[in-house]
């Protein structure tokens, strides 16, 4: 019988590099934002957080030769640098020279890797919340309920799920009024599958070849419009009006003129209901109620009574009263955005609000979205730096996002 000798011996555990990937997301917005005031800051006699540059003027046409002058205006928006987000975090001397910072191994570079993508990941999510109209400020807490699109392409409620429904949408998108090239859509992740599976039953050979290759929907139309997908695209939670797919009633609006529309007032919604609409939601104009006209956005050049329903925004919360009455906040008809039926440059709608008119309500929803050209801008301001301490500003080459670190330790602190 064999004896085994009582051996003392020791283990030693290590802590081994994985090489593992990080889990990055699809950021699709940064890299495609217009950039143009990047660094407004540096723009000679521009003061403050903020730089305005100019949209194009609106007209309108008379017929015949006898001139009816109007006032020409100078249409004007704001770029607001007022979000920031920081990654941060401390050890101690003694984590630094034993864990961290050991000759090859040294760790800090993961920790910075993974930081670095952290926080602009989360500058990615929030621009895209422009979707919804979602972000609010950090100066004043406040929501841009002007950023994003004032209505939806399409009838709100439908899944996409195929190459004929993304065409019918840049369709409605581009009968509206829309840059001759450039357009891009921007569509959560989770949808692709389904619309390239929908591709691939079609006989169209050279196409699918290149969409089995790579599973992504690809570049398709004329202008040609480029399509991108992300993880990143954020959700719009609905108020019960939408959630429960209510019929609401219009009763009256705060403007009989049609000019300055802020308010309308519907019937319909659950009795004493305090989340009956939340801001964000989406509400569309039936057709065919009877005795009412359908409802139709008139082209944003030329006036014309164009193919897309009228849908419009509450950009606030509003409650139910006992009998069900909701008063629904928007944005003023004097506003291109907003609603508006009373002549001028501004007039937007094909009929008046009438009240007996019916609103779709519509449910949560992950967003999507469609841009012109290169109208979606983002300013990154270059921060100054922080003496005493080591300062770098960057570009994460990943996402595009401007970056600062800061580097230093404590005076006297561990």
Not at 217 to 240: A, E, R, W
Not at 302 to 321: E, L
Request: hydrophobic share 40%.
């Amino acid at each position: 019988m064999a004896v085994f000798p009582n051996n003392i011996l020791q283990q030693v555990q290590t802590y081994q590099r994985s090489g593992l990937g990080l889990l990055l997301n699809l950021c699709c917005h940064i890299a495609t934002a217009n950039t143009k005031f990047k660094d407004f800051d540096k723009i000679q006699a521009n003061l403050g957080s903020s730089v305005t540059f100019d949209l194009p003027p609106r007209f309108t046409t008379t017929a015949g030769l006898v001139a009816a002058f109007e006032p020409a205006a100078q249409r004007v928006l704001q770029l607001v640098a007022d979000q920031a987000n920081n990654t941060s975090f401390a050890v101690t001397s003694q984590q630094r020279i034993f864990n961290l910072e050991k000759g090859e191994e040294d760790y800090m570079r993961v920790f910075g890797k993974s930081a670095i993508a952290q926080l602009a990941n989360k500058v990615e999510s929030n621009i895209a919340l422009n979707w919804i109209s979602g972000v609010t400020s950090q100066l004043d807490g406040t929501t841009n309920v002007y950023s994003g699109p004032f209505r939806f392409f399409g009838d709100g409620m439908t899944q996409i799920t195929s190459y004929q429904q993304l065409a019918q949408a840049v369709m409605l998108f581009k009968n509206f009024g829309a840059v001759a090239e450039g357009m891009k859509v921007y569509l959560p992740d989770s949808i692709i599958p389904a619309i390239v599976g929908s591709g691939l039953n079609q006989f169209v050979p050279q196409r699918n070849d290149e969409i089995a290759m790579s599973w992504e929907v690809g570049d398709f139309g004329t202008p040609l419009v480029h399509y991108y997908q992300s993880n990143l695209m954020p959700i719009h939670v609905s108020g019960n009006t939408g959630v429960l797919g209510q019929t609401l009633t219009v009763v009256s609006t705060n403007d009989p003129t049609g000019q300055n529309v802020t308010q309308i007032t519907v019937s319909g919604a659950t009795a004493n209901d305090l989340n009956a609409i939340f801001a964000g939601d989406m509400l569309q104009f039936k057709d065919g109620v009877a005795g009412k006209p359908n409802m139709r956005y008139l082209t944003f050049i030329g006036n014309a009574v164009s193919a897309n329903p009228v849908q419009f925004r509450a950009v606030s919360n509003a409650a139910a009263d006992g009998a069900g009455n909701v008063t629904i906040n928007l944005l003023a008809g004097t506003s291109p955005s907003g609603l508006n039926w009373a002549g001028g440059a501004n007039q937007n709608l094909n009929n008046p609000i009438m009240p007996g008119m019916q609103l779709l309500t519509f449910p949560s929803h992950r967003a999507g979205g469609i841009l012109g050209d290169d109208a979606m801008y983002i300013a990154m301001p270059q921060l100054p730096e922080q003496s005493p301490y080591d300062t770098a500003n960057e570009y994460d080459p990943d996402t595009h996002a401007s970056l600062r670190l800061t580097y230093g330790s404590l005076f006297g602190q561990n």
